[in-house]
């Protein structure tokens, strides 16, 4: 997810004074409208014309001072990324059930009769009673992240500095929220559905999943894999066909790289994130029917203006709870 701070209002704190959120703006140092609506990308303010930009740049070359031209630059050129993107990869997993603030997040338990009658010789049906319904009902855990931005990387960072940071949050969320969701993943499996794999993954690994999974009732569908990993795969053969064709055409490979998922082997939805740990593969049903994600309302936000340190901070924070109601469709394979 993506956060996005609607009351982040900043201007530049330099010499140059500004008299509304507008003049600001223009001036390519507004990084977001109390509306949320004024967004602005390098020096460029979302609707803003041309016309305005040029005069906004004309003006910044013609005058001397240096923090107007410092901010200029810093808005228009974007920082060498050295921190890779968190890809968040137990969504997956899981279907989305959100529930309101004061909503019962309660969920039925399912509970199998396991046998059934037959008709009697005198054509009396033979009913089954139904026992009393169990619930569950998952905890929920608060997660939150923040931003905490000084005055003075505000007198020169621009939007394209401030929105890496911003990302950098979102990416301090989702890697918490993978640590839940994998949590309630391990605590879900069952002996014998954790499968070993020495050296590297193994066909005869994958092939075990699938035929277990599939003489249970429950075959896999889909994988979370990392994506160094997926390229242990490049030896497999499905009979007399690579097993992994769609990686060097010109098609398909380029689907799998911009999407990160591609259908493979065995039929299998192949997840690829470089987040997945390298050591491990995660394999299930359809989200539906291994458990579920619940919110409690939608992520809140909150600001304030520490005037005393001199920075700017902004937290968002959520409640989420996740269930895993069918074990017998989750599945690891470790990498030893």
């Known amino acids: ?17 500004f008299p509304n959120v507008t003049d600001a703006a223009q ?16 020096s460029a303010q979302y609707g803003t014309t041309i016309d305005s930009i040029q005069a906004m740049m004309r003006e910044i070359g013609n005058t001397q001072d240096v923090d107007m031209h410092t901010a200029l630059g810093a808005a228009v050129r974007e920082p060498i990324r050295t921190l890779a993107r968190y890809k968040a990869w137990t969504q997956i997993f899981f279907a989305e059930d959100p529930r309101g603030p004061a909503d019962d997040n309660r969920i039925p338990v399912d509970q199998p009769i396991g046998k059934a009658y037959a008709t009697s010789p005198e054509g009396r049906p033979q009913l089954v009673r139904l026992g009393a319904q169990q619930w569950v009902r998952p905890t929920f ?16 960072a621009g939007w394209a500095v401030l929105s890496r ?37 193994l066909k005869s690994a994958v092939d075990y999943v699938i035929k277990q999974s599939t003489m249970q009732g429950f075959p896999v569908v889909q994988a979370a894999i990392n994506t160094a990993r997926m390229m242990d795969m490049t030896g497999w053969t499905n009979g007399s066909t690579s097993a ?21 082997y065995g039929n299998i939805n192949w997840f690829l994130s470089h987040s997945v740990p390298y050591t491990e593969v995660w394999l299930s ?21 520490d005037v005393m340190r001199m920075v700017d901070q902004h937290i968002t924070y959520q409640d989420d709870a996740w269930y895993v109601g069918n074990a017998y469709n989750v599945w690891k394979i470790e990498i030893t």
């Open 244 to 264: 992994l064709p769609y990686i060097w055409g010109p098609d398909k490979g380029d689907e799998l790289f911009r999407n990160l998922f591609a259908q493979g």
């Open 165 to 201: 940071r911003m990302e950098e949050s979102s990416d301090d969320l989702a890697r918490k929220m993978d640590t839940k969701a994998k949590t309630a993943l391990v605590a879900a499996l069952l002996a014998g559905q954790t499968v070993s794999s020495s050296g590297s993954l």
């Open 285 to 305: 049903g359809a989200p539906a029917e291994v458990g579920y994600h619940q919110t409690h309302g939608a992520p809140q936000s909150a600001s304030q203006v």
């Open 141 to 156: 855990s608060m997660l939150s992240t923040g931003l905490e931005v000084p005055w003075g990387i505000l007198k020169t």
């Open 1 to 17: 997810m993506e956060l996005n701070f609607s009351n982040l209002v900043v201007a530049s704190r330099g010499r140059k004074a």
């Open 27 to 42: 001036a390519g140092l507004i990084l977001a409208g109390q509306d949320g609506t004024n967004l602005v990308e390098g």
